[in-house]
Every structure is written in structure tokens, then in C-alpha cells.
């Protein structure tokens, strides 16, 4: 039986031309994972290259004392597992299926050899990792400079930009996330992100629809 995979709707895939996805295609391999799976440990040696069919995942870390820091949360269409092929060092974080995930999978060598035979995907790789660097620098500087309320306002204002969609009373994130999921994004406690996010909702600045999913009601928090 002929691979069911639709490459055309994935980013990194979507303008490669019919011969070239076909080509990918019998590579590919399907896996399927439940929420809390253990996708990728930080530390462990990686050989495998990873594609969100469906499904959002989040990519983490440990700090010396212990406490998470959610670096990023992955949705359709995004990869990751891309650095410790490119460089053969362990994985730098770890990525856990926030719920029932999709994924698409590239063996290491099917995958640099794609990149040498189709310069398209290794541009756009290149374009993903230099966002995801200028986002790390980014979050370098809420962590250093920024009160817990102005990164408690720049970390909605981020998921806002990548996990929007336009609703009747404003943008609505299609992700959902607990207290303590924000909380290990800002970078600050539990407490104060319930503090705020109630203010937030106070001043009509932001509602939870049914699913959980938080919805900006004005697009500046600040005022």
C-alpha cells in the first residue's frame, strides 16, 4: 500500500516540486504519540528528524535547580531534531506531546542527504533556525531585563503572534495552557501568572474560551 503522507501541506515541503515529493515520500515513516510522551530527552543521542503532522508538542529544559523552562511549543507543520544531526551532539532539550500527536520522521541519513539534494529544504531550515536564534536572544533579554510583569505580557504577546487566530472578539490562541505551562515560559512563579492573567481578564484584556484557549480581547496588553 502506497504512503498516505500529504507533504503539501507542511511548510518545509510545500513548494518542492512533484518529483522531488515523491522522492521524500517513501523515506517518511508515521509515528503516533499520547499526551506526556517523552518524544526527544535532553542529553540523549539523536539520529532521527521530526515533522508535526498534528498535533502540538512543547520543547523544554532543565535549569541547575531542577525547575522546567518551556523554550518553545511546536505546532503543524513545525520540525524539530534538526541540531543534533547537523552537529552530532546530543539533543539540547526535550520535546513532549502536549496531546495526541502526529509526527513524520527522517532518518538522519535520509535527511542530509535531502538537504544536499534539494538546496530548497536546507534554505528553509536555515531561515527556521536563524528565527528560532533571534527568539532565544529574545528571551535571553526578558529573562535578564524585564519585570515579571513585562515578561509575563511579552510571553502572550509571542504566542499571540505564533498561535493566533483571528475570533469574533479578537485573537484567540489555538493552543491550550495551564497556569504552570506559563509560568515555565516567562521564566516567573506560578502565583504571579495568576495574579496577572486575572488583571488581565479584569481590565477586558483577555477571556478563556471553552477549550481552555485564551483569547486577547485588546491587542495592547500594557494599557
Known amino acids: ?96 506531546a502536549m496531546g495526541n500527536v502526529s509526527i513524520l520522521t527522517l532518518h538522519s541519513d535520509d535527511f542530509l542527504r535531502l538537504l544536499e539534494e534539494i538546496p530548497q529544504i536546507a534554505i528553509k531550515i536555515i531561515r527556521v533556525l536563524s528565527r528560532r536564534l533571534r527568539a532565544a536572544d529574545s528571551q535571553i533579554e526578558d529573562l535578564r531585563f524585564k519585570t515579571s510583569r513585562e515578561k509575563i505580557e511579552s510571553m502572550f504577546i509571542k504566542l ?28 516567573c512563579s506560578r502565583e504571579t501568572v495568576c495574579r496577572y492573567v486575572k488583571e488581565l481578564r479584569e481590565r477586558g484584556c483577555l477571556d478563556v474560551d471553552e477549550g481552555k484557549r485564551y483569547i486577547f480581547l485588546r491587542f495592547n496588553l500594557g494599557t
Not at 4 to 24: K, M, Q, S, V, Y
Not at 27 to 55: P, Q
Not at 171 to 177: A, D, E, M, N
Request: glycine letters at 10%.
Open 160 to 187: 499571540r503572534e505564533t498561535h493566533g487566530v483571528d475570533d469574533p472578539r479578537g485573537t484567540r490562541l489555538t493552543i491550550s495552557l495551564t497556569h504552570q505551562e506559563l509560568a515555565d515560559m516567562a521564566g
Open 1 to 96: 500500500m502506497a504512503p498516505d503522507f500529504n507533504l503539501t501541506g507542511i511548510p518545509l515541503f510545500c513548494e518542492l516540486a512533484e518529483a522531488e515529493l515523491g522522492r521524500i515520500i517513501p523515506l517518511i515513516k508515521r509515528r503516533r504519540y499520547g499526551k506526556g510522551h517523552l518524544i526527544i530527552n535532553e542529553g540523549e543521542r539523536g539520529d532521527v528528524f521530526y515533522l508535526i503532522e498534528k498535533g502540538q508538542v512543547k520543547v523544554t529544559r532543565q535549569s541547575l535547580d531542577g525547575r522546567e523552562k518551556i523554550l518553545d511549543i511546536l505546532s503543524d507543520g513545525s520540525f524539530f531534531g534538526e541540531l543534533s544531526i547537523l552537529d552530532q551532539m546530543p539533543r539540547s532539550a526535550t520535546v513532549e
